[in-house]
């Protein structure tokens, strides 16, 4: 009964292993971060919900969760030959540990807990990005367009021309547009040739005191645009506190920490 029970396909033939792994993958990520930003939420507004874990009097982020998830998945899809229902689970459990540690994507870049800080807001512009070129791959779009057949000169210097208009899109501050240009040259090109954000790498090397000022104001937080970022941001993953508000030490002193 065991053995019959474990030979079942989870998802029947419909998936295989590539863009089927790619897509369990991909929707395993999207529930657990959504899980686990709800979870902190509630830990963050509700005395009822248990919140987080502590070993030692010392609060273990979600972060580290994903990341074991991610190597004990990892080391398994290289070392063992894995099976329906096998690689499927596998792959969920590694979409799981992508979502978890890039919902903590900001304490990489800060080293220090900013989660419900404005600095806290890049784990999710981590997540969409993330989303986005996961997305993509998942619908068989290939990058640099190299769907395309045609010579090897050609191919390389497409590819050259596009990855250089995605790196200046990049350089510019505009991350997801230079994930999409990956696979949509035409959205790095937009990006490479607009204004860049004034706190990327190209404006301040770049631009000098007035072009600086007019990026300042093409990226205001109050244009119309950007609050319509703030709001979609503030509903996904939660809207910032106004003051610091440490995952870890902003919860009721009688429970434990957001997770």
């Keep these: 009964m065991l053995a019959a ?9 419909h998936l295989a292993e590539g863009r089927g792994a790619a897509f369990v993958v991909l929707v395993a990520f999207l529930v657990s971060f959504l899980a686990i930003r709800t979870s902190a939420r509630l830990t963050r507004s509700v005395s009822w919900w248990p919140g987080g874990v502590q070993s ?9 969760w994903g990341i074991c998830l991610m190597m004990l998945s990892g080391f398994l899809a290289f070392a063992v030959p894995l099976s329906a229902p096998w690689w499927h689970i596998d792959a969920a459990a590694f979409g799981i540990g992508v979502g978890f540690t890039l919902d903590e994507f ?3 870049i800060h080293l220090e807990d900013v989660y419900w800080s404005e600095e806290g807001r890049s784990s999710l512009d981590a997540v969409v990005v993330a989303f986005a070129f996961a997305g993509l791959v998942v619908i068989g779009t290939r990058p640099f367009g190299l769907d395309d057949p045609g ?5 390389a210097a497409a590819v050259s021309l596009v990855l250089g208009f995605v790196l200046l899109a990049a350089a510019k501050g505009r991350a997801f547009l230079a994930v999409i240009g990956m696979f949509i040259p035409i959205t790095a ?14 404006a301040r090397h770049r631009y000098d005191a007035g072009k600086l000022e007019r990026a300042r104001k093409r990226y ?16 996904l993953a939660g809207a910032p506190s106004e003051e610091a508000e440490p995952a870890i030490t902003s919860q009721r002193s009688s429970s434990p920490p957001n997770d």
């Design 106 to 108: 900001a304490l990489w």
């Design 151 to 155: 010579s090897v000169w050609g191919t």
């Design 56 to 64: 030692g009097g010392v609060h273990l982020h979600h972060l580290v």
């Design 189 to 202: 090109l937009v990006a490479a040739i607009q204004l860049a954000r004034p706190s990327s790498f190209w």
């Design 220 to 235: 205001s937080p109050t244009g119309r645009i950007a609050r319509l970022g703030t709001r979609l941001g503030d509903l």
């Design 5 to 13: 029970i474990l030979s079942v396909h989870l998802f029947g033939n």
